[in-house]
């Protein structure tokens, strides 16, 4: 298959790895795709979708990036819209330099941002993305959830690559807005959630809705917006803020698992509530979603799905 490659330049610190587990959060989940040292994902882009895949090719410090596009020459307009995705998928354009001084004053922030700098903030392609990801994972695990979502980018997701090396996009509104409750039942969907998806997408298609421009709005304002939407309390519309919207003050404290994270970080004895959530995390305010990511990361850690930086000797 024709490749034709551009490379990319993050600011620094950067870890192509960090990022990735915390974008994908699960190994099994086939739209963020990574096999220890390369990044996979198609994208849309002016033709039709491409398939890319992304490697980290200098170390944390002195970050780049070189992009491969499958099967699609480079042109400035294929170039420029992969590398407006990945820039918002990757947070490559993220300056954490604030969080990591922040850091420096508090001991056990201090251990966890050091562990894992390099991490960059990442937000799905697009926020109709994040509240389907929302949706899919609500009151079931993260591991369930990212089950469904696989099997309806499977079902309805474009389709690229020769058979046997297929690989999908997330799918598009107008995937998803001529189906019916019943279809995505199937694949282990609630009626409740199926009609919350195809309602989502079908305002979208039918323009009574934009869920991009919620970017320009407050945190209060987005969040009255969202959680008007059918099937959307609080803690989807403070999902949607922190990983739709890439606001990373945000830690969603209805969030049972992130909950579970941060009691263990801090060793409490007391389970957390959401209010808990705020009053422990009420000193961090401006990094509470940072703290959210980065606890993410321990616990995959713990699971040994996160190895040693290849670059690390370089990088000293």
């Not at 099967?71 to 420029?80: E, G, M, R």
């Not at 959401?274 to 401006?286: A, I, M």
Request: proline letters at 5%; glycine letters at 8%.
């Amino acid at each position: 298959m024709a490749r034709s490659t551009f490379q990319l330049t993050p600011l620094s610190p950067f870890r192509l790895d960090l990022t990735v587990w915390t974008l994908r959060r699960r190994a099994h989940n086939i739209m963020d795709r990574w096999d220890g040292a390369t990044y996979r994902r198609v994208l849309p882009s002016p033709g039709g979708p491409v398939e890319v895949a992304v490697t980290q090719i200098a170390p944390s410090a002195k970050p780049r990036l070189q992009v491969a596009v499958a099967d699609k020459p480079v042109s400035a307009a294929v170039q420029s819209s992969v590398t407006i995705a990945l820039e918002r998928l990757l947070g490559l354009r993220l300056d954490m330099s604030d969080f990591y001084h922040f850091a420096t004053h508090r001991r056990r922030l201090l251990s966890l941002a050091h562990r894992f700098q390099g991490m960059k903030p990442p937000r799905f392609a697009t926020v109709f993305e994040c509240a389907i990801n929302a949706i899919a994972c609500q009151q079931v695990s993260l591991t369930v959830g990212i089950h469904l979502l696989n099997r309806i980018t499977v079902a309805y997701g474009a389709a690229f690559g020769k058979p046997g090396e297929v690989a999908y996009a997330f799918p598009c509104p107008i995937d998803l807005a001529g189906l019916v409750p019943a279809d995505l039942r199937d694949f282990g969907f609630s009626h409740q959630k199926g009609r919350a998806m195809i309602e989502l997408a079908r305002s979208i298609i039918e323009g009574h809705l934009d869920l991009e421009s919620f970017a320009t709005l407050p945190d209060d304002e987005a969040t009255r917006r969202i959680t008007q939407l059918h099937g959307f309390g609080r803690w989807s519309a403070e999902y949607v803020l922190l990983r739709g919207l890439g606001r990373t003050h945000v830690f969603p404290g209805d969030d049972v698992g992130a909950r579970k994270n941060l009691q263990h970080w801090l060793q409490l004895e007391t389970p957390l509530d959401y209010d808990g959530v705020r009053r422990v995390l009420s000193g961090w305010d401006r990094y509470a979603g940072l703290v959210y990511f980065h606890l993410l990361l321990d616990r995959l850690a713990e699971a040994g799905n996160i190895g040693d930086d290849r670059f690390a000797a370089r990088d000293t």
